[in-house]
């Protein structure tokens, strides 16, 4: 968490030392705030387990500079789902473990070309901790049923497309791709792959 309050620090100090805002310099150039929503798929990656499909929200907070073509940023993101996997025959035959995606933390950087005044390209990498609650079934009557919770690190990578209209505001298509291993030593992949939208503005 020191690493996450350090960063933000970061972001906010790089937005007010912008030479001049983005309405004023006309670029990708300045400090952003954005809300985001979309499509989330969450997988456990073991055996026989079932994906879902569910909905995601957050926001995020950034700084991109423009050197011509060229736009790098940092941003730091909080999100939401209640996406989960079930693995079924984990342990024993019949037996049932489900997980379940809970708040997420990114922090990463992006690398952007401007293909136009309003129309950005970009690419995106960075680290992720996803809290992610368990729950174990077992299958032999009478025996209790295990929840368990653990924050889970993992990386995260994407691409996306942003357009940027009149007055600071902006708006962007991504898809991204995050991978967190294993869930507290349990034998599973956790992943998942996300598709967005967000509505931004860069001061």
């Known amino acids: 968490m020191r690493v996450l309050s350090t960063a933000t620090i970061f972001l906010v100090a ?35 387990s079932d994906s ?15 050197m011509q073509n060229i736009v790098v940023g940092a941003e730091l993101e909080l999100t ?6 079930t693995v079924r025959s984990y342990m024993t035959p019949s037996d049932l473990f489900r997980v379940e995606a809970d708040r997420d933390i990114y922090i990463g950087a992006r690398l952007g070309y401007a293909f136009t005044p309003q129309f950005l390209g970009y690419v995106k990498a960075g680290y992720t901790n996803l809290r992610i609650e368990s729950t174990y079934i077992p299958s032999v009557p009478g025996q209790n ?4 919770a653990a924050d889970s690190d993992g990386f995260r990578a994407g691409l996306g ?21 294993d869930v507290r030593g349990y034998d599973l992949d956790v992943d998942r792959n996300q598709i967005v939208v967000g509505l931004g503005y860069r001061f």
């Open 145 to 148: 049923t295990i929840d368990d």
């Open 161 to 181: 497309l942003e357009y940027r209209f009149s007055q600071g505001f902006y708006g962007k298509g991504e898809y991204r791709y995050s991978n967190y291993g």
């Open 80 to 85: 939401g789902a209640g996406t989960s996997s």
């Open 52 to 66: 879902e499909d569910d909905f995601v929200f957050g926001g995020a907070i950034g700084y991109d500079y423009q």
């Open 14 to 48: 790089a937005g007010f030392a912008a030479p001049a805002s983005a309405q004023e310099d006309g670029s990708f150039t300045g400090p952003r705030v954005e809300a985001i929503a979309g499509w989330d798929n969450f997988s456990a990656g073991h055996g026989e």
